[in-house]
């Protein structure tokens, strides 16, 4: 009842039409069975024809338009945010590759500029001392120490403490070495044992 309540108020004048002409043969039917007594026995009882299979696809097509129009919408709406995001993500990230572009070639600035000046001031003192060293060196004072050092150097070779010193650094002694400690590894019990074995 309430679907037909529903056509009648959408605007559907073909159910209306088929309510009228069903009405009108229900009314027809009534009045001759009312005027033959005889045939009032026989007659079949009035059948009610139900327009819900009619009005149905009506309903149906208002909706489906309306759905798809708003499907398409919706998946129109999410195209565009999803290109939003996507076009935001990369200039955030091209942002983010330019600063720090920025940030490593500053801080490779930076790093050039601390070396350069780092090494500028070592050859600065290096050859400040170098030249201090030199003219220490080269003074009068530090001549006559030299010449005092040499002089006993020589005495002292030349004199007693040649010997001790010719004794100390005498290179047989590298000789002697090796042949001392070939000799302690032949007689160990290791040694022999591995040239009886090897022999």
């Given amino acids: 009842m309430a679907l037909l309540e529903y056509s009648r108020l959408v605007g559907t004048t073909s ?9 009108n043969n229900d009314t027809s039917s009534k009045s001759i069975s009312t005027t033959s007594t005889t045939t009032a026995s026989t007659t079949k009882p ?6 819900a299979p009619a009005t149905t696809p009506t309903i149906l097509n208002h909706i489906i338009p309306l759905l798809t129009t708003t499907f398409k919408t919706l998946y129109q709406t999410h195209l565009l945010l999803f ?4 076009s ?16 490593l070639l500053n801080l490779f600035l930076f790093v050039n500029f601390i070396l350069y000046r ?4 070592i050859r600065t003192i290096t ?4 030249t201090l060293s030199y003219s220490i060196w080269d003074s009068r004072k530090a001549r006559q120490i030299r010449k005092k050092i040499e002089f006993e150097f020589f005495v002292w070779i030349l004199g007693p403490g040649g010997n001790l010193l010719c004794f100390l650094l005498w290179p047989g002694w ?8 070939g000799l302690s590894w032949v007689f160990s019990s290791s ?8 022999g």
């Fill in 191 to 198: 040694g022999l044992a591995r040239v009886a074995v090897s």
């Fill in 15 to 23: 159910s209306d039409s088929a309510f009228t002409t069903n009405d």
């Fill in 118 to 121: 780092t090494l500028f001031f």
């Fill in 127 to 130: 050859m400040e001392t170098a």
């Fill in 83 to 86: 290109s939003l995001c996507f």
């Fill in 174 to 181: 590298i000789v002697l070495g090796v042949m001392v400690w």
């Fill in 88 to 103: 935001t993500l990369t200039l955030l990230l091209v942002h983010v590759l330019s600063n720090l572009h920025l940030f």
């Fill in 46 to 51: 009035p059948t009610t024809t139900h327009p």
